[in-house]
Every structure is written in structure tokens, then in C-alpha cells.
């Protein structure tokens, strides 16, 4: 442990002492708060102030040595100075005797082991430029000589643009990186030059100009060297005539090695050469005359002699004319080529010969006859005399094609009622072309087609559809005849009228799962379009386009649904929309329904007749048992007895006549009813059921149990069925009795009359 601190100890010394401020600089801890830069003693100063930029850091650190900062200056972006120092003072940056270039914004940054921080940027403006000097070489100078002009911007620096006048208009301009400039000046007119300068200081992204300059003169003197045109002959030029052109120098005391001659004639040059050039041509006729230069250039000197040589026309340039003026395809015409001037003192008319382009065929008289061409074609002549040959213009000869036969249609569509319009075209043929109509061979209206883009429309109106028929178009473009085209064939719509709406089968007979057919009918002219629809429906039931002027609407299988009102509209192409009337549709009960329903019926009513008969015969069986029951062979006369067995549920019988024994008896059982339902007490009870049964016996031979009467005895009986054969019961609380009828001496009982039950 110990030889590792005494190994570390020593490797610290060591660097202390190769490096004196690394390990104070390592543990020393620092931050750099703020910088700060300003300008003084201002902003905005003029030319020649000392400005100080001042770079101020603020730096906080934790150790007493002295950091190493390193301070850059910037100037609208760019760096001008860098400097490294360990003071803590401000960072001072000097602008001694400040001009317009240092003008800018300006901007500085600490950088301290590495951490960097840059202050706010700052604008310095200087205001003011030294006045330029202008120094020349020489004073005077001869035409072509060199002068050497220098400006100057005394104290300026930057990127400066110089410029140079004479007489106040530029001549030259430099751009240098130093206050300074040279150009070198040539002068081609004689006389006396002033000559100034003046400079552009550009700072990005302003600029700044000086003032002027004092001016300087400069006297220019004439070179002693004149250029000389000459031309032979001298006189009246006419054209033919050959010319002589000579250009020459006159020189005094002065070498022409270096000089150069040019001869030309307008645009042309005509020759070229040191000394003395000359040119020989034939002469031709130009307004205002042959111009001829010829221009010495010696260095920079250059002079020119100028001529203009009149030429009088041997004859003038012919003209092409045509006759007829208008000509239709094929047709002969005369083209005639004519000079109308001619110079008589040197030539005859005779002595002028015309050829016509492209036929090459030379004429005296200039009269050509010829076939007008099939399309627009162009001709030229020539006239020609002594060599001089002249062409004309050219003539553009634009045959007539002959109109054809007009064809005559109806412009849309032709509706009875409303204006026709009728179009008149021919398919060929020159404009313009004149299009007559005609109604019958009497003419209506003319019109005529001057552009390609025109038509010959005309209105009519017509009162039945055949009289469409009745119209026609003639046309014509020239002197030829007009030509009369065919008769209009045209299809005249006829708005729709007389909308009526009928159904198949009749109305009274539409059944139910039968078909139902809607057959609409109008009368106009088809297509027709025709729509069904429902009455309180906005959408059509279906919509269909036909050729024919009726149209049924199909309903193949008919429900009670399909009951209501129904009407048609229909429309052609008159647009005209009409509406039919309206049909009720009230679709009836299916025959096999109506079938089914009786069946069902009579099925019905036959289940419950013989429902009834079948419980009246129970009934009937239950009181004939209980009738056989209830008699008792107490005498040898019971056979003679008839018993009736009547239930509870009857409330009145009538019974019937029963012969017994010679004897008619007629007997009634009756019962008062009950005050509920028949049924329900039957049902609700849980007594057996009781039966009244009329007993008739003969009449007693004992006196002590018959009563007082004569006839046959009436017994009250009440029998009780018991089920399974129970016996028969006399505690009841019913009253039953049997009355007879039929014996004059019989009367009614009443109950308090009635005898003890009978067992």
C-alpha cells in the first residue's frame, strides 16, 4: 500500500513539472456566464473615427490561476481576428481611422478548454468616402493614340468598383481589391475631352458611392491620314452600265504598314486590302441609290469616306395581272405581265421580252393564256432587256370551286306547333355562297355564308307535319346558274295529346292471382316514353320507351294489395308531357276462395246438424230408458202404461200421443227453468240426475188410495238414476206430477193435492 502513494506521489510531481499548469488547470473548475460585445464610442460614426469593438466575458472559476481564453472576432459572419489570452480584462478590437468597408455587423466568441460562447452581434455604420483623384499621363494625344487615366480612393479598402467618363458618360469601369485603379482610354473623335472618375465602396449588402473627381482635359488631335472613294463614270448611271470603284488613302509623313482598307456596298463587302482596293459591277437600279463605303482602320484610328451613286431604271419591275378577276376551276383566264417604264433613250419597248414562272415560256406581248388550276396557285413573270433582268410580284390566283347542290335538313329537331329551323349547306364551293329557300317554288328568305364557320339557318313554321315537304334550298356562288336541291324529308314530331289508360280484364272481373294488364295510349309521334304510376306514389311503377303509340304495363299475379288508382304519363321528343285519366282498380275474391269458403260452410253447418241430431237422439234414448224404468208391474194392466223420462235440461216438451189400449192419451211433462244455464248447473251439480216420470195407471179398485175421481189416477213420482245401479231414492225436495189429458173429468192437481211419492 504504501509503494502505491509513493508511486502516485511521484508520477504528480513529474507532471507538475513538465506541465506547470495541467494539473491546477485539470482540477480547477470554471463556467462561462456571459459575453457580451459592444462598439465604441458608437454605432454609427463617420469616416475617419477610431472605433473599438470590446469583447466582454464573464467567467467564474474555482482556482486561483489565471485560464487561457482564446477570442475570435467575426464581421457579418466571417472571421477577422483571433487572439489567445490568459487576462481577464475585455477583449479589445481596434478599428484605427475607420472607414466605409468596415461598416458591418460585428460578433466575438470565447472559447475556454474547449467550452465555447458567443456574444450578440452588433452594427457598426461609417459614414463618408474620400474624394477620388484622377491622374492622366498625357495632356494630348493624337486620334488613336493610348492614354493611361488613374483613380484613386485615398484611405478605402474593400471591394471597390472604379469608374471612368468622358464628357459625363462612361467609357470604362474596373473592379479592384485596392483603393486604386488604371485604364488605358482611346478617343476617335478630335477635340477637347474632359475626363473624371469616380468609385463604389460595396460592403454586403450596401453599397457607397464617392463623389467625383476634378476633371481633367485632354486634347485630342486629327490623324493626318484621309481615306478617298472614287467612282467611274462620273455621269448619268443607268442600270447596265458598269461601274469602277477605287478607295484609297492620303497619307502625310506617317508609315501605313499597319492600316487595312475596306470596300463595301451596303451590307455587301465588295473588297478588302492595305493600300488601294478597287471593284468593278454591273449597275442596278436601288432607292435611294448604290451606297458605297470605304473605311481605313489604322490601331484604334478608324475614318470612312462615304458615297451615295443614283442609278436611273432601265425599264421598272413588271406587274402580273389576271382577267377575269374571279375564275371558277378550269375555266380560261389571261395573265398579263407589263413594265409600264422604260428608259426610251436607251431602249425600245420592243427590246423588253416577258416570261411567265413556271411556264418559262418567253413572250413579247407579255399576254399569257392560260387554264385556271384545280387550287391556289402562284405565278410570277420576269422582264428582261440589255441583261437587266426584273420580276414581278407574285400573283396568287385563287380559282372559284363551283357550289354543289345545296342539301337541305332541319337544324334539331322539327315539332309541330313550335319554329323549324332549317339548314341550307352545300358540300363544296368558293364563299361566298347565297342560299335561297324556297316553299313551293316561291322563294321564302336569301342569306349568304361568308366564313367558314356560318350556316344558312331559316326559321319557318308549319301548320301540319306534310308541309315540311314542301320546302327547298338553292345556292349559288358566281355568274354560274343557281342550283335548286331536292325537297326537304324530314320527320315532324307531333306532340303527344289524348293520354288514355284502360285495363285488361275489365274492372268488375279482376280476380285475385289473375293477371292485370294497364294499356296506355296517346297519340303523337314516337318514341314514346311512358310511365306508370299509383296514385299518392311519387316513383313511377315502371317506365319504358317504345316505338309504338301504346304500351301496356303487366301485373302477373294480382293481390288485394294491388287495389287502388292508377293513371299513365307519357312524353316524346316535343317534350310535351301528358297525363291520362285515371283507372280504379279494385281486385275481387278468387273464385276458389269463394268455393272453399261455401264448402267450408256447408261443412260446418252439415257437422252441426248432425251434432244436433245426435244429441237429441242421446237425449231421446236417455228419456225412453228412463221411461221403461219407471213403470212397475203392479197390475196386470201395466203394458197399457206409458212412461215419458224428461231431465232436468229440457224446459218444455210436448209429448206426444200415445195410443194405449183403445185409449188416446195425450200427456205433458213440463218443469219450471232454471235460473242459470242448463249446462252449467248440469255440470256444476254433483247430484245424480233426476228424472220426472209421468206414470199413468188404471183406475184403482181401492177406495182407501184412490181419490175422489174418476178416470185414471195421476202419480207424482220422482226417479232418482243413480249410476252403477244404485237404488232409487224418495228423500228428494222435487216436486213431480203427471197430468192427463183427455178424460172431460180429469182437472188439473195442484201440489198441495198431490199424493204421497209412489215407490
Not at 507532471?15 to 456571459?34: E, R
Not at 284502360?502 to 285475385?512: K, M, T, W, Y
Request: charged share 25%; hydrophobic share 35%; glycine share 6%.
Amino acid at each position: 500500500m504504501g509503494l502505491l502513494l509513493l508511486l502516485a506521489s511521484t508520477t504528480l510531481l513529474l507532471a507538475s513539472y513538465l506541465h506547470p499548469g495541467s494539473v491546477t488547470n485539470a482540477q480547477q473548475v470554471f463556467t462561462i456566464k456571459d459575453v457580451s460585445l459592444s462598439i465604441e464610442p458608437s454605432a454609427d460614426v463617420s469616416r475617419g473615427t477610431n472605433v473599438t469593438v470590446r469583447c466582454r466575458a464573464s467567467v467564474s472559476s474555482s482556482g486561483q490561476e489565471a485560464l487561457s481564453r482564446e477570442y475570435t472576432v467575426y464581421k457579418d459572419g466571417s472571421e477577422v481576428y483571433t487572439k489567445t489570452t490568459s487576462s481577464s480584462d475585455d477583449f479589445l478590437y481596434l478599428l484605427p481611422d475607420a472607414r466605409v468597408s468596415n461598416s458591418g455587423k460585428y460578433k466575438c466568441k470565447i472559447n475556454i478548454e474547449g467550452r465555447q460562447r458567443t456574444s450578440n452581434a452588433e452594427k457598426l455604420a461609417v459614414e463618408g468616402l474620400s474624394k477620388p483623384v484622377l491622374h492622366l499621363n498625357k495632356g494630348v494625344v493624337t486620334e488613336g493614340e493610348e492614354l493611361t487615366a488613374r483613380c484613386t480612393a485615398p484611405g478605402e479598402t474593400g471591394s471597390i468598383f472604379f469608374y471612368f467618363y468622358d464628357k459625363g458618360e462612361e467609357i470604362q469601369d474596373k473592379q479592384v481589391n485596392s483603393n486604386q485603379a488604371e485604364a488605358v482610354l482611346h478617343f476617335r473623335s478630335v477635340g477637347i475631352h474632359r475626363i473624371h472618375c469616380t468609385y463604389t465602396v460595396f460592403v454586403r449588402p450596401d453599397s457607397y458611392k464617392s463623389e467625383e473627381s476634378s476633371s481633367a482635359a485632354v486634347s485630342v488631335k486629327e490623324l493626318n491620314i484621309t481615306p478617298v472613294l472614287e467612282i467611274s463614270p462620273q455621269h448619268q448611271i443607268f442600270e447596265g452600265d458598269h461601274l469602277n470603284i477605287f478607295c484609297s488613302v492620303r497619307v502625310a509623313q506617317r508609315s501605313t504598314d499597319s492600316m487595312l482598307l475596306y470596300l463595301s456596298e451596303g451590307t455587301s463587302l465588295l473588297s478588302s486590302g492595305s493600300n488601294k482596293v478597287n471593284h468593278s459591277m454591273v449597275a442596278l437600279a436601288k432607292a435611294p441609290g448604290l451606297m458605297f463605303e470605304c473605311r481605313m482602320e489604322m490601331g484604334n484610328v478608324v475614318k470612312i469616306a462615304n458615297r451615295t451613286v443614283p442609278v436611273t431604271e432601265l425599264f421598272s419591275a413588271p406587274t402580273l395581272t389576271m382577267s377575269p378577276a374571279e375564275v371558277f376551276q378550269r375555266e380560261p383566264m389571261k395573265l398579263t405581265c407589263n413594265s409600264e417604264r422604260f428608259a426610251s433613250e436607251r431602249i425600245q419597248r420592243n427590246e423588253l421580252t416577258y416570261t411567265l414562272h413556271p411556264l418559262e415560256n418567253p413572250m413579247d406581248t407579255g399576254v399569257f393564256s392560260v387554264k385556271a388550276p384545280l387550287r391556289d396557285f402562284n405565278y410570277t413573270c420576269a422582264a428582261r432587256a440589255k441583261g437587266i433582268e426584273k420580276h414581278s410580284e407574285t400573283l396568287t390566283v385563287r380559282p372559284r370551286v363551283p357550289v354543289s347542290i345545296p342539301k337541305i335538313s332541319v337544324y334539331g329537331k322539327a315539332i309541330l306547333g313550335k319554329p323549324i329551323q332549317i339548314l341550307c349547306q352545300s358540300d363544296s364551293g368558293s364563299l361566298p355562297i347565297n342560299y335561297t329557300l324556297f316553299r313551293e317554288y316561291m322563294p321564302e328568305n336569301t342569306t349568304s355564308v361568308r366564313l367558314p364557320i356560318q350556316e344558312a339557318l331559316f326559321t319557318v313554321s308549319i301548320s301540319r307535319p306534310e308541309e315540311i315537304k314542301k320546302f327547298m334550298c338553292e345556292a349559288s356562288n358566281g355568274r354560274r346558274q343557281p342550283l335548286l336541291g331536292p325537297r326537304l324529308n324530314a320527320t315532324v314530331i307531333v306532340p303527344l295529346s289524348h293520354a288514355r289508360l284502360s285495363a285488361v280484364p275489365n274492372l268488375q272481373e279482376i280476380l285475385e292471382d289473375g293477371h292485370l294488364n294497364l294499356i296506355c295510349r296517346v297519340e303523337g309521334t314516337p318514341p314514346v316514353t311512358f310511365k306508370w304510376y299509383r296514385v299518392g306514389d311519387s316513383k313511377p311503377l315502371n317506365t319504358t320507351t317504345t316505338d309504338e303509340l301504346h304500351k301496356d304495363y303487366m301485373v302477373p299475379i294480382v293481390t288485394k294489395e294491388h287495389s287502388g288508382r292508377y293513371y299513365c304519363e307519357a312524353f316524346n321528343h316535343a317534350r310535351n308531357l301528358v297525363r291520362s285519366n285515371e283507372v280504379n282498380v279494385e281486385v275481387r275474391m278468387a273464385v276458389w276462395k269463394k268455393a272453399l269458403i261455401g264448402g267450408i260452410c256447408l261443412l260446418i253447418v252439415s257437422v252441426l246438424a248432425v251434432a244436433v241430431v245426435l244429441y237429441f237422439k242421446s237425449k231421446r234414448g236417455k228419456r225412453e230408458a228412463a221411461a221403461e224404468l219407471s213403470v212397475k208391474p203392479s197390475s196386470p194392466k201395466s203394458d197399457d202404461s206409458l212412461t215419458v223420462s224428461l231431465t232436468h235440461d229440457t224446459e218444455v216438451y210436448n209429448a206426444a200421443t200415445v195410443r194405449v189400449d183403445r185409449a188416446s192419451v195425450s200427456v205433458w211433462s213440463e218443469r219450471k227453468p232454471d235460473a242459470g244455464n242448463d249446462e252449467e248447473s248440469s255440470v256444476v251439480s254433483n247430484e245424480p240426475d233426476v228424472e220426472y216420470t209421468e206414470v199413468v195407471h188404471p183406475r184403482s179398485a181401492d177406495p182407501a188410495r184412490a181419490p175422489l175421481r174418476k178416470g185414471t189416477d195421476t202419480v207424482y213420482s220422482e226417479l232418482q238414476n243413480s249410476p252403477h245401479g244404485a237404488a232409487d231414492h224418495h228423500d228428494y225436495g222435487s216436486v213431480e206430477y203427471t197430468e192427463l189429458n183427455g178424460d172431460p173429468e180429469i182437472s188439473r192437481l195442484h201440489p198441495q193435492d198431490l199424493p204421497e211419492p209412489v215407490d
